[in-house]
Structure formats: structure tokens, C-alpha cells
């Protein structure tokens, strides 16, 4: 593809980009549910145990991988024009680290179910998988795809690849991406009679609570509700946990178990100001059992921002948010060593490096469009 197609194609995101930049509507600041009674769920254990440790920022990364499919995998003549292609945005994330995989196919009416794109490991194992979304098309009519991933924190650095299945004609070959290797902070947490129970007796409730937040995690929309990068969700930068980290609960009988940190930890008094990190839909604004007083937010297909511990919530559910709008304040609702908010991110289901879209968009149209069609 040439220039032409390209400008032609910004006239038509011009003028036809506006509807999947959904405008946010003001939150409905109200109803906070305070209540501190009990819902249900699994050990996404975020606990303010240790001391403040510089925060790891993620280096930005503008790698880029590409593939095309031969001309003659091009079944129709316009499809000629527009050859299927792929490219991996960011491709060189670090352990926890997300990336966008973009996918230009020829136009197909009534395509039944959208394509998949999956990171294998070094040993060709599936690691991590996500949905494609529609972004538009281009001016030759090709239709533009993104999906988006993360790299688990606990698969091995090196050589990594992204596979695409779904495609109507042969498919794409693989995309070689490197993931960079990091090291993981080891902490142990004493936990005391309260939160030893909270972690260790069962109880139906916290599993119909995980089964319900897992549902929610494991939806990919189809709404674009945030293009640009993520903003802290409070000001103050004192962490006491970081992404990743290794734990060891120590529970009041002696025994142990290990758990990885899913979010970042900020210590902060109870009653500070949470705000939202990005625009987004309320998909939960609720209490529940281990995780207290809980706010989640959709961003993008398959992205969502996760606020625990919350004294009170000033959100409710299906609510628009914009970055910045009040989610609530902070507390040490649920299973909590202190007072702190746990932060955390997911993509595609994969916790995911918060850090990593404060440094960079996760969704950039402008710059699919470019490694799709330059
Ligand atoms: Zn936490």
C-alpha cells in the first residue's frame, strides 16, 4: 500500500473514527454502597505489608514485528489490494508487560467470529490469548484488527511468538517477539487470626464472588472507551507492594502459601481520594469479601482497571468515567494488613504491569494504521 490509500484512509477515520471514541459521560457521583457486608471470593490477597521500594517504571518500547501473507494467499481480486498482514506493537514487552497486535484482512460480510491471537513461549507452549476487536477500515477497504495481550509475569524471558488462528484463508506465520526477563521482589506476610480466616476457611460466598469477577475479567467488549495512557490513580507514590511480587503468607498456625501480587500497593491514609486511571465503564462497584469495598472499570476490549479496599465508593455500577473522576476513598476494607489501595490492571485476564500503560497507550489507531499500511 502507497501513500494514497493511507491519506484516504485518514479522511475516512476523519470522519468516521467518532462513534468507537465513546464520550464520556460524567460519573454519577453518588449511592456509595459502604456497606462492609461480605460478597464472595478468591485470593487476589493485595495486603500493605513491607516498606516503600523505588517504583519500577516500564521502559517504553517502540520494537516493531511485521509479517505479510504472500499475494497469493489473496483469494479476491480487491483482497490483492489489501493483502492480509499483522504486526506486533511494542514487541519487545518485559515479563507483565502488555502489547497490541494488529491485523489488516480483505473485507469479509458476515465474518462469523473474530480472529484470535495467542503468545507462545519459547517452546511453541500457548501462554496467553485475546480476541480481535474491530478499529475501523482503510481507505482500500481492508478491515483493521487489534487485539490485546499480556505477557505473564511468571513465563520465562527470551524468544516468544504470536500466533494468529481464525483467518479465513491461509493463515499468517507467526510473529517472533522477544520478551524482556525482570526480577520479582520476595516478601513475607504475617497475617493475623482475621485475615488467616479470610484466606483459608472456605466459604461459598468469596466463590461465587471470583466466579462473578472472573466473568467480568474474561469479557472482551467491543467498546474503545481509552486511546491515551493511564494516569495514577492517587497522587501520593508510596508503594508498599509492587506488580509481581512473590509472597509467602505465613498464617497464625505456622503454615504457609504462596501467592504473586497482582496490582501495585499504595500506602496511603484511610479517606485519600481514589480516582479512576483512564475513561472507562463501571463494570462492578461493590463489596465483597477478600478484596473489601471493590470498584472495576472496562478501558478497552478485554482491559480492565481493579480499585480494592475502598473505605466507601462513590461510583456505582454502569456508570461513564472519565481519568481522574472519584471512585471513592481509600480504606482496609476486606483482607487487609493497613489501610492502602490496591491498583491493579488486567488484559485479556493476564495481570498486568499498571506501570507499563502509564508509560505508554496500549491502543494507538494512529500508530497501527502506520505499521499496517506505511
Ligand atoms: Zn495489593
Redesign the pocket.
Known sequence: MKKSPYSLLKVLLLLFAPPLFCAAAPAGCAAGSRAAGPSGEVPA????AGESAPAETAAPESAVAETAVPEAAAPAPEAAEAPARAAVLNAAPRLGEPFAVALALPPEPGRDSPPRAFLLDSAGRRTARATFFSIGANGAGAEVWAALLAVPSTMRGGEAAVRIEGLPAPGLEDIPITVGGREFVSETIDLDDLNTALRTEPDPRKTGEAEQLQTILRRTGTRIYAEGPFIPPVTSTRRT?FYGDRRVFRYTDGSTDNAI?????YGIPTGTRVSACAPGRVVLARPRIVTGNSVVIEHLPGVYSLY?HLDSIAVREDDLVMAGTILGESGATGLATGP?L?WEVRVAGENTDPDALIARPLLDRNEIFAKLFE
Not at 45 to 48: G, I, K, M, Q, R
Not at 261 to 265: K, P, R, S, T
Open positions: 490477597a493485595s495486603v500493605s507492594s501480587h497482582a496490582g501495585v500497593d480494592y492502602h490496591h
